[in-house]
């Protein structure tokens, strides 16, 4: 089976270490993302949970694969099937950061939707967060 993946781009006017941060600190991922038991050590094995629904346990698995603070992460993301999801942080000439996700591994063309659908509606409080921080 031919595998799909999602390539997503997002500008920041921010320092790329509260981004960095807010990808990384447990608590802060749990403001933008889900209740978590994250650290940014390779070999950590984590969860994201939520609250269960009809269709879904709440739950998301994972495994920490790549740590080069501020600048690359990655991280299994099992639901179901598993994915690899990769950040790669980089800092413009303006004052902003590009944040690139790319989630590999995905089923199908209609799974890739449904992962962008659950990034994008994430990302909705992330500028929060980073105000916050």
């Given at each position: ?6 390539s ?13 941060n ?13 209740e ?5 050590v ?9 609250q ?10 994972g ?51 449904g ?8 990302f ?10």
């Amino acid at each position: 089976m031919k595998m799909a993946e999602l390539s997503l781009d997002f500008q920041f006017t921010s320092s790329i270490e509260k981004v960095w941060n807010a990808l990384t600190d447990s608590e802060t991922l749990a403001k933008w993302i889900m209740e978590n038991d994250f650290k940014p050590v390779v070999g950590h094995r984590f969860q994201f949970r939520t609250q269960p629904t009809e269709w879904w346990n709440g739950i998301i698995d994972g495994e920490v694969l790549i740590v080069e603070e501020p600048y690359k992460l990655s991280y299994t993301f099992a639901s179901g099937d598993e994915h690899t999801v990769t950040w790669t942080l980089k800092e413009l000439e303006d004052g902003k950061v590009n944040l690139h996700l790319e989630q590999t591994g995905i089923s199908s063309a209609q799974a890739v939707e449904g992962a962008r659908y659950g990034w994008l509606n994430w990302f909705n409080g992330f500028e929060k967060v980073l105000e916050e921080l």
